[in-house]
Every structure is written in structure tokens, then in C-alpha cells.
């Protein structure tokens, strides 16, 4: 036995508003969030002495790129 739900997509002005709102702010805050992320990660490898950061395998040169790739997902 099979159960099929119908659902309509007529929405109201008001609910296509709201969903378009709803999808704006949590976009925004998924935004907001990665760039606190990629902010601290670029402080955190910044306090990192030269040494450190080539026993981790890049330099000092590297890191907004390394930050923007860890965070962004972004290859550069």
C-alpha cells in the first residue's frame, strides 16, 4: 500500500515574502558565521612563529590562502 501526499504550491504574497526573508537572513548569517571563522583562523596561524609554521608544512606568505581554502573551500 502506497501513500501519496498532495501538497499545493499556491503561496500567498505574504508567505513567498516571508520565505524569501527567511532564506536571506540565514544565507546572511551563514556568511557572517564563515567569516568569523576565517578571521580567527588568520589570527590563530598569524601568533605562529615561522618555525612553526613550516612544520606544519607552509609559510607565513600562505596564510589567507590556506584560511580561504579551509574555511571557504576555495582553491587557489
Known sequence: MAVTKITTTNLTF?????????GTYFATLDRVKKRREYLKTIRELEKMSNRDLADIGFSRAEIKARALKSIYKVNI
Not at 505574504?14 to 527567511?22: T, W
Open 14 to 22: 505574504i508567505e513567498k515574502v516571508s520565505h524569501i526573508f527567511i
